[in-house]
């Protein structure tokens, strides 16, 4: 296996988070196992990743029940199709993965139709009890998009934040809405009640990431500004075990163009 996979028992449920290596962008896929099925939550950016998550998934002898897409950046669903299942989402993201159209397997050239990533099932914040246990979703506004989905599992203390949280990598700042990621921090870290944390990149953690994101937010807001160069070199100083480089470059070539 080319990810690192880490499982945790919570009774009735296990849960199997599977974190891609670097070359996909350190992407978290979790997949929730209950009584009889499984619960997959967000898809891979690299198709072979997505394979193997999906490989393993049917290892463990039970139904692949949904794909969940927390939000609207391709690193997230482009490997849905491989999945084989109905693919859900808040309505404001299908709305904008079709903005954004058809995308293309990095590694491969593969181009990846619209229709392959594109979520057919709306998923409705609220309550949904799935094979004997409960399911919150709520939508999120700000920080890393303007809106995701997290998904809480109350019985069993665990939070799927995805891009809520990354753990030890390092964060997408396109937006520069620190004041949004920090919100967002705020809100959750208050629910001490969660006591496992999932994150959208990297492994599993505890409730000690809301201290360490808040620092990581803090010094963005410091560090981040009008040069991407500087900015990369100060924040990689900074934190210099952390993951997820490639991030801050595709961020900047967004904010401030290609490199000559």
Do not use: C
Not at 68 to 84: E, K, L, M, T, V
Not at 98 to 117: E, F, H, Q, R, S
């Amino acid at each position: 296996m080319h990810g690192t996979l880490t499982v945790i028992d919570k009774g009735p449920v296990r849960i199997h988070s599977y974190n891609a290596p670097q070359d996909g962008l350190g992407v978290t896929t979790q997949l929730i196992e209950t009584p009889s099925r499984i619960i997959a939550v967000d898809a891979q950016f690299v198709l072979a990743y997505a394979d193997e998550v999906v490989a393993y998934a049917k290892s463990l002898g039970k139904p692949l029940d949904r794909l969940i897409i927390s939000h609207a950046h391709p690193d997230h669903y482009q490997g849905a199709a491989r999945f084989g299942v109905a693919v859900h989402a808040l309505p404001e993201t299908t709305a904008e993965i079709v903005a954004v159209g058809a995308k293309t397997d990095l590694p491969t050239g593969a181009p990846i139709p619209l229709a392959d990533m594109t979520p057919t099932v709306q998923i409705t914040p609220g309550t949904e009890v799935i094979d004997g246990i409960p399911f919150v979703f709520e939508k999120v506004t700000g920080g890393e998009i303007h809106t995701t989905l997290v998904i809480k599992l109350p019985e069993q203390g665990v939070l799927v934040a995805q891009d809520v949280v990354y753990n030890r990598t390092h964060l997408w700042l396109l937006d520069k809405d620190f004041d949004g990621w920090q919100a967002n921090i705020d809100r959750f870290a208050a629910q001490t009640e969660y006591d496992t944390i999932l994150p959208g990149h990297g492994e599993p953690t505890t409730p000690a990431i809301w201290a360490e994101i808040t620092d990581y937010v803090n010094a963005g807001r410091e560090l981040l500004g009008d040069d991407g160069d500087a900015y990369k070199k100060a924040i990689t100083e900074r934190y210099p075990t952390y993951q997820g480089a490639a991030l801050i470059d595709v961020a900047n070539a967004y904010m401030f163009g290609p490199k000559s």
